[in-house]
């Protein structure tokens, strides 16, 4: 979804998106996600573009991105939804934004952008891989994969799920808890 900086108007720009619309399209195809990732394109929530001074202009506003990734432990799929609050700067890189780009490169919260246009749905994209857990969880209690059988720890696919999995090296030091319980 891109825009003409001059298009914008002095008062802002409001942009509302359903979540029925395929916002993130393309997008999500010129990006690299990481292994087992997927995000949805459709998009949900508010966002203002205000002009600012010295040729600035402010991204501000919710929005609700669903996604669907790979467990770490258990290598499962699940489905989660990231709520993005941005408050960015968009700056014009070079004499026109009249700030070198060291400078804006040293705030986080600044994107640089080249030529007349913003593509809005290449930030979205871009905020959400950034609020993707580094290693996903299906659920804090995922006991992962059982490394003797391969099914999921604890599932009705572990086929040794009564046993016990130890090193046999702390088989003695075990022998001496049990003693001291009894």
Same mark, same amino acid.
């Given at each position: 979804?891109?825009?003409?900086?001059?298009?914008?108007?002095?008062?802002?720009?409001?942009?509302?998106?359903?979540?029925?619309?395929?916002?993130?399209?393309?997008?999500?195809?010129?990006?690299?996600?990481?292994?087992?990732?997927?995000?949805?394109?459709?998009?949900?929530?508010?966002?203002?573009?205000?002009?600012?001074?010295?040729?600035?202009?402010?991204?501000?506003?919710?929005?609700?991105?669903?996604?669907?990734?790979?467990?770490?432990?258990?290598?499962?799929?699940?489905?989660?939804?990231?709520?993005?609050?941005?408050?960015?700067?968009?700056?014009? %890189?070079?004499? &026109?934004? @009249?700030? +070198?780009?060291?400078? *804006? =490169? $040293?705030?986080?919260?600044?994107?640089?952008?080249?030529?007349?246009?913003?593509?809005?749905?290449?930030?979205?994209?871009?905020?959400?891989?950034?609020?993707?857990?580094?290693?996903?969880?299906?659920?804090?209690?995922?006991?992962?994969?059982?490394?003797?059988?391969?099914?999921?720890?604890?599932?009705?696919?572990?086929?040794? %799920?009564?046993? &016990?999995? @130890?090193? +046999?090296?702390?088989? *003695? =030091? $075990?022998?001496?808890?049990?003693?001291?319980?009894?």
């Amino acid at each position: 979804m891109k825009i003409r900086i001059e298009d914008i108007p002095e008062e802002g720009l409001e942009l509302h998106f359903s979540g029925q619309e395929n916002t993130l399209s393309s997008a999500i195809q010129t990006v690299a996600l990481p292994e087992g990732t997927r995000i949805s394109p459709k998009v949900k929530g508010d966002l203002r573009l205000s002009p600012g001074k010295k040729k600035d202009l402010f991204l501000a506003g919710n929005l609700q991105v669903a996604a669907i990734m790979q467990c770490s432990r258990c290598l499962s799929e699940f489905g989660t939804e990231q709520t993005l609050d941005l408050d960015l700067v968009i700056r014009r %890189r070079g004499p &026109e934004g @009249g700030i +070198p780009d060291e400078v *804006a =490169l $040293a705030d986080a919260e600044t994107i640089l952008v080249d030529g007349p246009d913003i593509d809005i749905s290449e930030i979205i994209v871009q905020e959400v891989l950034l609020e993707l857990p580094m290693k996903p969880l299906c659920s804090e209690e995922c006991a992962g994969l059982c490394p003797t059988c391969g099914a999921v720890a604890g599932s009705k696919e572990c086929t040794c %799920r009564e046993q &016990e999995h @130890g090193d +046999p090296r702390w088989a *003695a =030091l $075990a022998q001496l808890k049990a003693k001291m319980k009894e």
